[in-house]
């Protein structure tokens, strides 16, 4: 069976270069009045003139408004008379078109008449939900993320929201930590581009367009490397690691424009990131000149206290603002101090000054101070929510988040001819669980079920039979017999394992990452009955799966993919779609490996020469040391080969570019598409370096026969790291290149000189 779509949908999913057609032709509404930067400086300035200490200490503050908008309560009351007085900044948790205007004309009743910022954590979608960031990363299409930004971007926008939480550039490199799902993996350099990807998808090309919304890097910074993978935990590294791995993600995303940034939970080398000055006030606003401002994470400069970094929220409020935290969202430390700390000589009026003009710098280019309500149209919110194409973004995401990590034999894609399948598993039916962790719609009728998208698209030649087996967690087998016998009357089996959804995010942190419950033991069992068993993981983070990657004849990463991901799952199991992700994040076979992350792989001065020996050299006696499943690892149901490889000369001089191509040949009788990677080595250096970097991708389609070149540009700024004197350097030397279609499946090879 194939499925046709009208030429302006298939413009839609194939996704033209920088946006898609339909993003194109749906420009951002421009705000109403085209001010320039210099414009903007001026209102801002002339308004701050007219602030008093309070009203400016009230733009600072954010706070929660699901009580302002329910029944009366002392919550509500107190929160609507500080909007009236001026004492509120921002809003988040107010959405939809009647509560943002119900709200905002309370603020327009200030003497002032300050518009709030309404913001929300729109991660991975508003209404329409995309697959987890994890999950986009995944399919490694840049084009495809910043689409999915835009949809979610614009779903908010038209419901009253301002200003989305996202998108979060941690690098993270531990599985164990539950955020890892809300991010880009555990690579730099892929993380940078698609931190850029999203900043542009959310933001458009400018602020002010209703159809976008103010973006938010964070957690400023290093979060992603909180010790034992314990969420709000310390983090303590070199000066050399935060530069080289943790904030180019964030650069990229201050370079692509994005509004504000967001602060960090953890400590960083012992001073909490909300209250460090050399991250916010010196590297952020001092070497990066950023003009957007800094957002609190959730009661974080109250936090400093519990820390023991300061005395009490006092202390905290003095030290995040001096070190250039702007915004305090919900601990109330700014709202209760800062005044008297201003009068008292503890905090210069400066600092407030600054902190204020940043943000009433965005409220003025986002137009609100020409309409306050511009955001909050029923007649758009209405149309935006209900139009088709954001869901087909949505199904043409999560088929590029879909990895194959194992095809024997040719079991999938699924045969038209099949009679009877087996739909087996805890997840099988699941609906919540496929849009995961963060998600703001929790309408479960707006989600297609794996089972349902199996049955939508086998036709009625087919049957499906379906059994639960077990929960996902818990020890019960009770549902084994059930699944077996229903196993043995089918042709082949489809076998749904994971995480539920509340077992990967914020304060989601896991010692083991093992399937849970018995789930591993219900594929042992089906197993048993002979028949082929094609296995769908679904999970915010990589699992350990020892039996099922041994055993099983196939295996589908689905990661939590979103409100079409069932849709999605059923296009790919039957072969309408050739998957083609790669993993963004290495696999562990066991915990004990952690961390195992591609890049943080050294030669060591004892390295395994030959797998048989590893007598006193850098190695495990109880495992090997490669991973379960590697970074950029993902099969396709057609096949690549890569050959030719030429390098445009052997030398180079620092200021010179050298072109590196390649032949790239689909091999097999189906269409797909390839992830080719270049990773480079720096085999002798003042600073030793990791085995291979991810230096750059091409993403390529290919017809069955068809070949392309694919061409990568070699430059200094490839070829430099920071040295131990956190100079950004490359050292003159040879450089390995390497080609391939992962981190551990190199196909092409050379050597590149560069000159002193």
Same mark, same amino acid.
């Given at each position: 069976m194939t499925f046709s779509f009208p030429k302006s949908l298939l413009l839609l999913l194939g996704l033209l270069p920088g946006q898609a057609a339909w993003a194109q032709k749906k420009k951002p509404a421009p705000a109403p009045t085209a001010a320039s930067p210099a414009d903007v400086e001026r209102r801002v300035a002339a308004?701050?003139?007219?602030?008093?200490?309070?009203?400016?200490?009230?733009?600072?503050?954010?706070?929660?408004?699901?009580?302002?908008?329910?029944?009366?309560?002392?919550?509500?009351?107190?929160?609507?008379?500080?909007?009236?007085?001026?004492?509120?900044?921002s809003m988040l948790n107010v959405k939809g078109v009647k509560d943002t205007r119900e709200i905002q004309a309370e603020a327009l009743k200030s003497r002032l008449k300050i518009p709030l910022l309404f913001s929300l954590d729109v991660i991975h979608g508003y209404q329409t939900t995309f697959p987890i960031p994890l999950g986009e990363a995944a399919s490694w299409d840049l084009d495809a993320i910043r689409l999915g930004a835009h949809v979610a971007a614009r779903e908010a926008a038209a419901s009253g929201i301002h200003w989305t939480f996202a998108p979060m550039v941690d690098v993270g490199?531990?599985?164990?930590?539950?955020?890892?799902?809300?991010?880009a993996g555990e690579d730099t350099y892929l993380g940078a581009q698609i931190a850029k990807a999203r900043v542009l998808g959310?933001?458009?090309?400018?602020?002010?367009?209703?159809? #976008?919304?103010?973006?938010?890097?964070?957690?400023?910074?290093?979060?992603?490397?909180?010790?034992?993978?314990?969420?709000?935990?310390?983090?303590?590294?070199?000066?050399?690691?935060?530069?080289?791995?943790?904030?180019?993600?964030?650069?990229?995303?201050?370079?692509?424009?994005?509004?504000?940034? /967001?602060?960090?939970?953890?400590?960083?080398?012992?001073?909490?990131?909300?209250?460090?000055?050399?991250?916010?006030?010196?590297?952020?606003?001092?070497?990066?000149?950023?003009?957007?401002?800094?957002?609190?994470?959730?009661?974080?400069?109250?936090? /400093? #206290?519990?820390?023991?970094?300061?005395?009490?929220?006092?202390?905290?409020?003095?030290?995040?603002?001096?070190?250039?935290?702007?915004?305090?969202?919900?601990?109330? #430390?700014?709202?209760?101090?800062?005044?008297?700390?201003?009068t008292n000589g503890k905090v210069k009026i400066d600092l407030v000054d600054?902190?204020?003009?940043?943000?009433?710098?965005?409220?003025?280019?986002?137009?609100?101070?020409?309409?306050?309500?511009?955001?909050?149209?029923?007649?758009?919110?209405?149309?935006?929510?209900?139009?088709?194409?954001?869901?087909?973004?949505a199904r043409q995401m999560a088929r590029k988040?879909?990895?194959?990590?194992?095809?024997e034999n040719a079991t999938l894609p699924l045969a038209n001819t099949l009679r009877r399948i087996a739909?087996?598993?805890?997840?099988?039916?699941?609906?919540?669980?496929?849009?995961?962790?963060?998600?703001v719609d929790t309408d479960t009728t707006r989600i297609t079920s794996l089972y349902d998208g199996l049955r939508q698209r086998a036709g009625k030649t087919t049957e499906l039979r379906y059994a639960k087996g077990c929960e996902v967690s818990g020890e019960s087998r009770a549902g084994f017999e059930q699944a077996v016998a229903t196993a043995q009357s089918a042709d082949l089996i489809i076998l749904t394992v994971g995480e539920s959804w509340d077992m990967s995010g914020e304060a989601k942190s896991r010692t083991d990452i093992h399937l849970p419950g018995v789930q591993e033991e219900l594929f042992k069992v089906l197993k048993a009955t002979g028949k082929p068993v094609a296995v769908v993981v679904f999970g915010g983070r990589p699992l350990i799966f020892d039996a099922i990657a041994e055993q099983a004849d196939a295996i589908l990463y689905a990661w939590w993919p979103g409100s079409e991901g069932g849709t999605a799952l059923a296009d790919?199991?039957?072969?309408?779609?050739?998957?083609?992700?790669?993993?963004?994040?290495?696999?562990?076979?066991?915990?004990?490996?952690?961390?195992?992350?591609?890049?943080?792989?050294?030669?060591?001065?004892?390295?395994?020469?030959?797998?048989?020996?590893?007598?006193?050299?850098?190695?495990?006696?109880?495992?090997?040391?490669?991973p379960r499943y590697a970074f950029g690892y993902g099969l396709s149901y057609t096949t690549f080969k890569y050959s030719d490889l030429k390098i445009g000369r052997p030398q180079m001089q620092a200021g010179e570019l050298v072109q590196v191509s390649f032949t790239l040949t689909n091999t097999g009788k189906t269409a797909g598409e390839e992830v080719a990677q270049l990773y480079l080595r720096d085999p002798v250096a003042s600073v030793v370096r990791p085995l291979k970097e991810l230096k750059d991708f091409r993403k390529i389609s290919l017809k069955p026969g068809e070949s392309k070149t694919v061409t990568f540009t070699i430059d200094k700024e490839k070829l430099a790291f920071y040295n131990a004197k956190l100079e950004w350097q490359a050292e003159p030397g040879k450089f390995n290149l390497m080609v391939g279609s992962a981190s551990d499946d190199i196909r092409l090879d050379g050597t590149l000189e560069l000159l002193p």
């Open positions: 308004l701050l003139a007219q602030m008093t200490l309070e009203e400016k200490v009230g733009q600072l503050n954010q706070y929660s408004g699901r009580e302002v908008t329910g029944p009366a309560s002392d919550r509500k009351n107190t929160l609507l008379a500080s909007i009236r007085a001026g004492q509120v900044g490199r531990d599985p164990r930590w539950g955020r890892v799902m809300e991010g959310f933001q458009g090309s400018t602020l002010g367009g209703t159809d #976008a919304v103010m973006a938010c890097a964070k957690h400023f910074a290093a979060y992603g490397a909180a010790l034992a993978g314990r969420d709000y935990n310390a983090v303590d590294m070199s000066e050399q690691q935060l530069w080289e791995i943790y904030l180019p993600p964030f650069k990229a995303a201050a370079d692509a424009g994005v509004a504000t940034f /967001m602060n960090s939970f953890n400590t960083l080398n012992g001073i909490p990131a909300t209250g460090n000055a050399y991250l916010q006030r010196d590297i952020l606003k001092g070497q990066w000149q950023y003009p957007g401002f800094v957002v609190s994470d959730w009661g974080s400069i109250g936090e /400093m #206290a519990n820390w023991g970094y300061a005395t009490d929220k006092a202390d905290a409020a003095q030290k995040a603002l001096t070190a250039g935290s702007d915004m305090d969202m919900e601990s109330d #430390a700014y709202h209760k101090n800062l005044e008297q700390l201003v600054d902190a204020v003009r940043r943000i009433l710098r965005k409220k003025f280019e986002l137009g609100l101070f020409d309409d306050a309500y511009r955001f909050s149209d029923e007649k758009r919110e209405k149309q935006v929510l209900n139009d088709p194409q954001n869901r087909a973004a988040s879909l990895v194959l990590l194992k095809n739909v087996i598993g805890p997840l099988a039916k699941a609906r919540r669980d496929l849009n995961g962790s963060w998600t790919v199991l039957y072969g309408d779609y050739n998957p083609a992700g790669k993993l963004p994040i290495t696999f562990p076979r066991s915990v004990g490996q952690i961390p195992i992350a591609y890049n943080q792989q050294y030669n060591t001065g004892r390295p395994i020469t030959r797998p048989s020996d590893i007598r006193y050299k850098s190695a495990y006696i109880d495992s090997p040391n490669t």
